[in-house]
């Protein structure tokens, strides 16, 4: 519960500083602020009232994917495997740059 809280104050100060220093002239980003924070009262009211159907449903789909997800995420990292393998880490890191160097 305290790294929920010190995260939840973070984001405040985060949004604070945001607000003050760099979007200080902008009409739209208090706007924004509170659109969020309405919409994130809101679904939390939802998800209150839906819990219990809407924790059996992500119950049933859990157990329902489990192994295709598993197999899924053993794939990602055989394939991430093989590549760090033939092409090598610092190929990995540089994947977006192009060499034309030859």
């Not at 500083?17 to 969020?36: D, W």
């Amino acid at each position: 519960q305290i790294v929920v809280l010190l995260s939840v104050l973070g984001i405040f100060i985060y949004f604070g500083h945001m607000a003050y220093f760099v979007f200080r002239e902008s009409i739209l980003y208090p706007m924004v602020l509170i659109a969020l924070g309405i919409s994130l009262i809101f679904s939390g009211i939802r998800i209150q009232k839906l819990g219990d159907s809407m924790r059996s449903e992500i119950d049933s789909f859990i157990t329902h994917w489990k192994y295709h997800l598993y197999f899924v995420s053993m794939a990602f990292t055989l394939i991430v495997n093989c590549l760090y393998y033939y092409i090598g880490w610092e190929e990995l890191n540089n994947w977006g740059e192009i060499n034309l160097s030859g």
